[in-house]
């Protein structure tokens, strides 16, 4: 006796379960990932302002021309 599991009809239900669950958890994982992202962008904007004045400031040198 031959037991196939795998056959045309299972795999095309095995499929549409898996396109159901995608389209459903897709746009909130979508979203998540959008927000850190934009969570990690601009903290690292405000680092650069922040660090570009600490240096603004620390840079007063005088030229002399010989």
């Known amino acids: 006796m031959k037991i196939e599991f795998f056959t045309d009809a299972r ?3 095995m ?3 898996i396109k ?4 459903m958890v897709a746009p909130g994982v979508m979203i998540f990932f959008a927000i850190a ?3 990690l962008l601009i903290s ?3 680092k650069s302002f922040r660090q ?3 240096e603004k ?4 040198y005088d030229y002399q021309e010989y």
Do not use: V
């Open 57 to 60: 400031d620390g840079h007063d």
């Open 44 to 46: 690292i904007i405000a």
């Open 11 to 13: 795999l095309s239900e």
């Open 52 to 54: 570009a004045s600490k």
């Open 20 to 23: 159901m669950l995608l389209e």
């Open 15 to 17: 499929w549409g379960y």
């Open 37 to 39: 992202t934009a969570g």
